[in-house]
């Protein structure tokens, strides 16, 4: 797995540099950043629509998460003093 992620890291340098080198690099991370701030500010459907799926899910299992029955332990006690 890390050889493909460092495979695909020297690859993608490589076109840069074929294509342009620093400023083809440049363009890359300034294209980069403003869709990153862009769906920051701006979130899609999608992500708002999954994170809100997601979100009540995660909050039925708490509710309806079962809670630990408390033991009796006389009970439990006797049961095996009769049977040592």
């Known amino acids: 797995m890390l050889k493909i992620f460092g495979g695909m890291i020297i690859g993608s340098l490589m076109t840069m540099m074929l294509f342009g080198g620093v400023s083809a690099a440049d363009k890359?991370?300034?294209?980069?950043?403003?869709?990153?701030?862009?769906?920051?500010?701006?979130?899609?459907?999608?992500?708002?629509?999954?994170?809100?799926?997601?979100?009540?899910?995660?909050?039925?299992?708490?509710?309806?998460?079962?809670?630990?029955?408390?033991?009796?332990t006389k009970k439990i006690t006797k049961q095996l003093r009769r049977h040592c």
């Not at 890359?28 to 979130?43: C, K, W, Y």
């Not at 999608?46 to 009796?72: G, N």
């Open 28 to 72: 890359v991370l300034a294209n980069g950043q403003t869709l990153f701030f862009d769906q920051i500010h701006r979130p899609d459907t999608t992500t708002t629509l999954l994170l809100l799926v997601f979100l009540s899910i995660f909050l039925a299992s708490l509710t309806l998460w079962p809670a630990k029955p408390v033991l009796d």
